[in-house]
């Protein structure tokens, strides 16, 4: 099933009204004034399929709501499974996200060598070196590939997203 995107973009943020606007296929999303969130070019369509709900599935069992101190401003999915990564690279792509507008964490076990750990998930996701922000050394079990989050810091796209 396809639905049109438009319906699940709320009318305002805070005090802030969102504006919509359709340029071919693309919804383009912004709010005015001072403090607003950035624009957001999304897909005005998307596909309401099985990989969809798995999808959201694996969300909701590994994915990161937010950070106590800043509010619900992102979303953001952590494992040590590139395959499932991977899904979730997909999935933000059907709404028109793209790897460049990512950011990373890694958290690796204190015998893990920062560098093969940043090269084994680059090449794993293609996600560009410089979109990795930081390397926690945790205490994690038995993991040889550390944990990924990947995130996408967009409090217009979280809004959206929570109206599913």
Request: positive net charge; aromatic residues 12%; glycine residues 6%.
């Amino acid at each position: 099933m396809e639905i049109n995107l438009k319906m699940f973009i709320p009318d305002k943020i805070g005090n802030k009204s969102i504006k919509v606007e359709k340029v071919d296929n693309k919804l383009i999303v912004s709010a005015k004034g001072t403090g607003s969130p950035k624009q957001l070019v999304l897909n005005q369509k998307l596909q309401l399929n099985e990989f969809f709900f798995k999808v959201v599935g694996l969300y909701f069992g590994d994915g990161l709501n937010s950070r106590k101190y800043c509010g619900n401003r992102r979303v953001s999915f952590a494992n040590s499974n590139y395959n499932l990564h991977e899904h979730w690279l997909r999935f933000l792509e059907s709404f028109g996200i793209n790897k460049n507008q990512l950011k990373c964490q890694i958290g690796i076990g204190a015998n893990i060598d920062k560098e093969f750990i940043l090269n084994y998930w680059t090449a794993k996701t293609k996600i560009q070196k410089d979109k990795f922000l930081k390397i926690n050394i945790k205490q994690l079990k038995s993991c040889n590939e550390g944990v990924l989050s990947i995130n996408f810091d967009s409090i217009l796209f979280r809004k959206i997203f929570d109206n599913f």
